[in-house]
């Protein structure tokens, strides 16, 4: 069969499992500077089921989208490192501040320029907003089928594919049709570490506005090789409506951050015996603990 | 996320070292594939940059992958399931992550699916992934064969090896025998040629073979009837495809032991000669060893870089008598008496590998066109040095790594020698590498040449003191000179007496005053380069010269007539 053309959606993120004390600023908001922008850790996940798909299906292309400012080239230049084709960066100064619903609807008028595609992979959700909504938003505006926590593809044939979904308390087989949006658990498989041969082939690509700023050049190569020149594209790119982005276009307003530190409080001692134990049972269960 | 190449910055220094322009360039011949080829380099700059990408990515492969799998690789070992070696399931793990990755095959030029590497960064490879698991590193190590079929293969073998090799194929060198161990020229395997069907075909046993089950092995083999020496033997390649092999055993080893050494018995099996009849072990085994010995002296840095971090790391932690043991001077001596010898033999691994890239790649180059008279001089200085610096640096490198792997067990006490920590599976996997690819006994056969011959001296005397200092490093060049001076004057006494036993006898405390030298002289220009370096050559040194002033002082007493006590009488 002939190959697939997918596209995988991924953020840069700041790096929010390794929260050191000066992680927050005084005023509540996240501190970017003192926290390592790395690659959301279940858009790898999302990245490896689709070079997974591209080992398997000779042919098929993956093109990694993200939206987010002019650094985040880095994680396309990351996803190119372990396998991706190309990718675009999609960075304007009014796509910022931007909520899960202005950034789906960026995100997919990018897609609907990529056209045709099969498949649009993504991961659950961001470590920095865990709200899990980018993904199926960004299918319901592009009017197509989803299927979320996928763990594994079990087969793609005939305009179709075969997914493991991770659920709470279980597993489940679905079959859907293409195209078709994904979102990826981090159950998945990791992704897998960069190539030798791609880090090298790619290691110069450069979006414009990233060689606007270094004085690094090897121009030749570049006209002689576009892959290095990453796609860049702003709001007229995609054709989009400024009023639904940036801060007009999110109904989600952020009214107040609190700092939560959590305390300790006394410690209470249960005995072994069967009585304590169902005591505490109880007490867990009637607080909403457990069950 | 750990990296055990960003977080050596030893590593990047000794990449770093001027005289790596000189070999990229060799390498690259002048970047002629730079249009051709859209992962080849573009310059001297470019390629650097390129080592160093790929070098980190083998430190995170090495550091999430290959290290966190160590421990159950050593508990679970390879098994023998229907004659095939079934690797541990972190090994086979680690194999596949490195295959994808790109790095099987580093060496090889582009066109056989390989990275074109050096030696510099593929050694420096081969000790980060030793650090990780130095039972792996032996069967990553063994692409070195892949070297072999490149470098004296017909172009059809190398045609239908090499780009094996980007796709995972594993290697095995096929050389120990029951009754050929050290002794190589005492190989019986025999090789019979089938004109009928022009075929060779290997009838024999191998013992102590390394990934014995390897996708690809070179197997050394008497083709020339009657003969009993190493002029009869050529080398073969075989393909486990043919499956004309039975594993007899895995051996239970003490340490490396997620590497499956088997025994193997050749029957009938179908094998291609390498290169020409009767150059097996006289040519071809004795380039293959030399890279072998390079590749042990990387995994016995990378082994003592381990064992160091969890020493000092232990030290650190552990508290008694109110205070981190590391406070002690006790244990504080044995910590920093760990760091300068991992430094003066890093420098010393790195310094061999240039001259083994420089003469190699001469080598290279003459195949596709005439050398100049110049080149022609560089490939004769270089080859000559790497031939004796290379089993120099594999005996004090591995004989460190053992040294270094019992003080850091020592540093851990009684909990050290419970399964609990990674340093006992360290000191066991250090204890090889004083044995295989020639014991440190027979480096120093092969290492006093450089006493005799006066290479060594030579190139103290030529290279290392003609070296420019910075002022203030200048009061650690006489030491140095002296021991140089020491160092010739019971060298002539040694071999003026002019017999073979009184030389043999002495031979190892005379390449380890060498050795001493050499290194001294290495951490002086590593200092000159990075003040950070200053402290180490300077306490590096000391202790050097006291250890050679000990060799002198027992040569300088030694009576030749009383060699005869020492020696054991089988005739009575």
């Known amino acids: 069969m002939k190959g697939l053309k997918i596209i995988v959606l991924a953020k840069q993120v700041p790096d929010t499992r390794n929260v050191g004390r000066d992680a927050m600023k005084a005023d509540g908001t996240v501190n970017r500077a003192a926290l390592p922008a790395i690659f959301n850790p279940e858009d790898l996940n999302a990245l490896e089921l689709a070079l997974r798909i591209k080992d398997t299906n000779e042919g098929t292309t993956v093109t990694v989208l993200t939206m987010g400012p002019g650094r985040a080239a880095e994680i396309i230049r990351e996803a190119m490192y372990r396998g991706a084709d190309k990718g675009v960066l999609l960075t304007d100064k009014k796509f910022a501040g931007s ?193 | ?99 994808r990755a790109g790095l099987i095959g580093m060496s090889l030029p582009r066109k056989y699916g390989g990275l074109n590497f050096p030696m510099v960064p593929y050694v420096m490879a081969a000790e980060i992934v030793s650090r990780a698991d130095a039972g792996f590193a032996n069967i990553w190590g063994l692409q070195d064969c892949a070297e072999t079929i490149h470098e004296f293969g017909s172009e059809e073998l190398r045609d239908e090896f090499l780009p094996r090799f980007n796709k995972g194929a594993t290697a095995a060198m096929d050389l120990t025998e029951p009754d050929a161990g050290s002794d190589l020229q005492a190989v019986q395997l025999k090789a019979t040629y089938n004109q009928k069907n022009d075929t060779w075909y290997l009838n024999g046993v191998k013992r102590f073979i390394t990934n014995g089950d390897a996708d690809v092995s070179l197997v050394l083999a008497r083709s020339e009837e009657g003969t009993t020496d190493g002029r009869g033997l050529s080398l073969y390649v075989y393909d ?27 029957r009938n099996a179908p094998a291609k000669l ?121 005996l004090v490198s591995s004989e460190y790594s053992n040294m270094i792997a019992y003080d850091a067990l020592q540093v851990h006490g009684g909990a050290g020698f419970m399964k609990d920590f990674p340093v006992e599976r360290i000191y066991r996997d250090a204890r090889i590498t004083s044995i295989y690819e020639g014991t440190s006994q027979l480096q120093v056969v092969a290492a006093i040449r450089g006493v005799t011959s006066g290479i060594y001296l030579s190139a103290i005397r030529d290279m290392y003191e003609k070296e420019t200092l910075k002022p203030e490093l200048e009061y650690l060049k006489p030491p140095l000179e002296e021991m140089t001076a020491e160092f010739e004057k019971y060298a002539a006494h040694v071999t003026e007496a002019n017999d073979g036993e009184y030389l ?69």
């Open chain 1, 99 to 291: 909520d899960t619903l202005a950034t789906s609807y960026a995100l997919s008028l990018a897609v609907k320029k990529l056209a045709p595609y099969d498949l649009v992979i993504a991961g659950r959700q961001a470590i920095d907003g865990d709200t899990a909504q980018v993904g199926p938003q960004v299918a319901e505006k592009l009017g197509l089928p989803q299927v979320t926590y996928a763990e594994e593809i079990l087969s793609v044939r005939k305009g179709r594919v075969t997914i493991k979904r991770r659920l709470e308390r279980g597993v489940e087989t679905v079959e859907a049709p293409m195209p078709l949006v994904l979102t990826v658990h981090s159950s998945a498989p990791a992704c897998r570490s960069r190539n030798a041969r791609y880090t090298i082939k790619y290691r110069h690509a450069r979006t414009l506005g990233e060689l606007q700023d270094t004085s690094e050049d090897y121009l030749q190569l570049r006209k002689d090789r576009p892959y290095l020149t990453i796609d860049e594209w702003g709001v007229s790119d995609v054709g989009a409506d400024v009023d639904q982005l940036g801060l007009s276009g999110s109904p989600t307003k952020v009214r107040k951050i609190e700092n939560v530190v959590f305390t300790g409080r006394d410690s209470k001692v249960i005995s072994g015996s069967e009585n304590d134990i169902e005591a505490l049972m109880k007490e867990l269960i009637d607080s909403h603990t457990i069950g």
């Open chain 2, 1 to 99: 996320m750990a990296n055990f190449y960003n977080d050596n910055s030893d590593l990047r220094f000794h990449l770093g070292h001027p005289l790596m322009k000189k070999i990229v360039k060799l390498k690259e011949r002048d970047f002629a594939e730079k249009e051709s080829c859209d992962y080849a380099f573009l310059d001297y700059e470019d390629a650097m940059d390129g080592y160093d990408k790929v070098l980190e990515i083998v430190g995170d492969i090495c550091a999430n992958v290959i290290a966190p799998n160590a421990e159950s690789v050593d508990a679970e070992g390879p098994s023998l399931v229907d004659n095939e070696v079934k690797y541990a399931r972190g090994t086979a793990e680690n194999h596949e992550a490195l295959t």
């Open chain 2, 240 to 266: 486990r495809k043919e499956k004309a092999v039975t594993i007899r055993r895995i051996e239970n080893k003490l340490g490396i032991k997620g590497s499956p050494t088997c025994e193997l018995v050749f």
């Open chain 2, 274 to 394: 390498v290169g020409h009849r009767k150059f097996g072990l006289i040519k071809y085994v004795m380039a293959l060893m030399n890279s072998a010995r390079l590749g042990v002296a990387a995994q016995s840095v990378g082994i003592s870089e381990a064992a160091y971090r969890e020493a000092l790391k232990y030290a650190e932690e552990r508290t008694q008598f109110g205070r981190p043991i590391i406070q002690f001077p006790a244990v504080y001596e044995m910590i920093r008496l760990m760091e300068l010898r991992i430094r003066s033999m890093r420098s010393f691994l790195y310094e061999t590998a240039r001259f083994v890239d420089i003469y190699k790649n001469y080598n290279a180059i003459s195949e596709e066109r005439k050398l100049e008279a110049d080149e022609r001089a560089e490939q004769k200085k270089y080859q000559r040095l790497s031939d004796v610096y290379t089993p120099l640096l594999k």
């Open chain 2, 504 to 572: 043999d006898f002495h031979a190892r405390r005379l390449v380890e005053m060498a050795g001493n030298i050499i290194m001294g002289y290495l951490l002086l220009r590593d200092a000159r380069m990075d003040d950070k370096y200053q402290q180490a050559a300077s306490a590096f040194i000391d202790i050097a010269r006291a250890a050679n002033l000990e060799k002198a002082e027992y040569i300088r007493r030694f009576n030749i007539k009383d060699l005869g006590l020492l020696k054991y009488n089988f005739d009575i």
